[in-house]
């Protein structure tokens, strides 16, 4: 009897992908709108929905950090019709730092396709005396810690950007925890806080209108957006290596055909010019992989960020 249960339940799951997709997917984006993962969400939503042949409709679920949406998304039935986009913290970087979380990014979730990467730069407010990141390393020693930073979700990140650049260069700031990105930017702006690094679709239309000042990147070289601004090595801060990225989980248990089937529409999507330019417009790098590369990037990914959050001791409650 179980043995033709299982047959019966693996018949099943073949017709069902052979006729997948039939109606909506739900596609789970864990943090509020304007922020990094929201905007990669609907700058691919139209093309996924054209190659996949139904709607793609966007669901925020914020809080706790991407937690919320994240452990929500992998209560869902494991049809293809919900999908989680996440980032570098919900994905590798949590494990590391919760004692207990919801979720198991490994376990409850399966590779999709991976979808871009990013880098994340360095802002103050203009209010701040220092014009380089030299001035402003000066000016936080000589502020005696009374220089506050914006942290967008603790162990994001962001939050390890802010951790290496601190331990680095030797500096005291009081770290100001938000829950996602645009209300610390907020703060920023108005000069409550003074600092922040954060990705480049959050910050970068505020720099080149002025009302932030970027100090510099992470990563190897300069964004095209913001060619102005050094790389932290340029600038004389080595070895900041924060590089982000962002992909598409399923539920375990999600049949390989679906998978798959995603998997194209996604790659598919992200070879698009028009997807391409608004993309790089934003500082966010197309780094399509189909689902069984990203499982082994993912696999790599983790102990790396679990050896910067005990090197850095970031943990999170």
Same mark, same amino acid.
């Given at each position: 009897?179980?043995?033709?249960?299982?047959?019966?339940?693996?018949?099943? *799951?073949?017709?069902?992908?052979?006729?997948?997709?039939?109606?909506?997917?739900?596609?789970?984006?864990?943090?509020?709108?304007?922020?990094?993962?929201?905007?990669?969400?609907?700058?691919?939503?139209?093309?996924?929905?054209?190659?996949?042949?139904?709607?793609?409709?966007?669901?925020?679920?914020?809080?706790?950090?991407?937690?919320?949406?994240?452990?929500?998304?992998?209560?869902?039935?494991?049809?293809?019709?919900?999908?989680?986009?996440?980032?570098?913290?919900?994905?590798?970087?949590?494990?590391?730092?919760?004692?207990?979380?919801?979720?198991?990014?490994?376990?409850?979730?399966?590779?999709?396709?991976?979808?871009?990467?990013?880098?994340?730069?360095?802002?103050?407010?203009?209010?701040?005396?220092?014009?380089?990141?030299?001035?402003?390393?000066?000016?936080?020693?000589?502020?005696?810690?009374?220089?506050?930073? *914006?942290?967008?979700?603790?162990?994001?990140?962001?939050?390890?950007?802010?951790?290496?650049?601190?331990?680095?260069?030797?500096?005291?700031?009081?770290?100001?925890?938000?829950?996602?990105?645009?209300?610390?930017?907020?703060?920023?702006?108005?000069?409550?806080?003074?600092?922040?690094?954060? *990705?480049?679709?959050?910050?970068?239309?505020?720099?080149?209108?002025?009302?932030?000042?970027?100090?510099?990147?992470?990563?190897?070289?300069?964004?095209?957006?913001?060619?102005?601004?050094?790389?932290?090595?340029?600038?004389?801060?080595?070895?900041?290596?924060?590089?982000?990225?962002?992909?598409?989980?399923?539920?375990?248990?999600?049949?390989?055909?679906?998978?798959?089937?995603?998997?194209?529409?996604?790659?598919?999507?992200?070879?698009?010019?028009?997807?391409?330019?608004?993309?790089?417009?934003?500082?966010?790098?197309?780094?399509?992989?189909?689902?069984?590369?990203?499982?082994?990037?993912?696999?790599?990914?983790?102990?790396?960020?679990?050896?910067?959050?005990?090197?850095?001791?970031?943990?999170?409650?």
């Amino acid at each position: 009897m179980k043995r033709l249960l299982a047959c019966i339940a693996m018949l099943w *799951a073949t017709v069902a992908a052979a006729q997948y997709p039939d109606k909506p997917i739900k596609l789970v984006v864990p943090f509020a709108p304007g922020g990094n993962i929201d905007f990669i969400a609907r700058t691919l939503q139209s093309k996924m929905s054209e190659y996949l042949g139904v709607s793609v409709v966007i669901d925020n679920r914020p809080g706790a950090g991407g937690i919320l949406g994240a452990s929500y998304a992998a209560r869902q039935p494991a049809d293809g019709y919900t999908l989680l986009l996440a980032n570098t913290g919900v994905i590798v970087i949590y494990p590391a730092i919760y004692k207990q979380l919801s979720y198991d990014p490994l376990k409850d979730f399966v590779p999709v396709a991976r979808a871009t990467t990013n880098e994340l730069v360095a802002v103050v407010n203009p209010s701040v005396p220092a014009h380089d990141l030299k001035e402003f390393i000066a000016y936080s020693k000589s502020s005696g810690g009374k220089i506050s930073a *914006a942290v967008a979700g603790v162990g994001s990140s962001q939050h390890f950007a802010m951790e290496m650049v601190k331990r680095s260069a030797g500096v005291d700031m009081l770290m100001v925890p938000y829950k996602a990105s645009v209300p610390a930017l907020n703060d920023v702006l108005g000069g409550q806080v003074q600092f922040m690094v954060d *990705a480049p679709p959050v910050v970068q239309s505020f720099v080149q209108s002025g009302r932030l000042r970027a100090l510099a990147v992470t990563g190897s070289k300069r964004l095209a957006t913001l060619p102005n601004v050094p790389t932290f090595t340029e600038a004389g801060l080595p070895g900041i290596d924060a590089t982000g990225f962002q992909g598409f989980l399923a539920p375990a248990g999600t049949p390989d055909a679906i998978v798959n089937t995603v998997s194209r529409a996604v790659l598919k999507a992200l070879q698009q010019p028009e997807v391409i330019q608004q993309l790089r417009g934003q500082g966010l790098e197309p780094a399509g992989m189909d689902a069984k590369a990203f499982r082994a990037f993912v696999h790599t990914e983790a102990p790396k960020w679990a050896n910067l959050a005990k090197a850095a001791n970031i943990k999170a409650d």
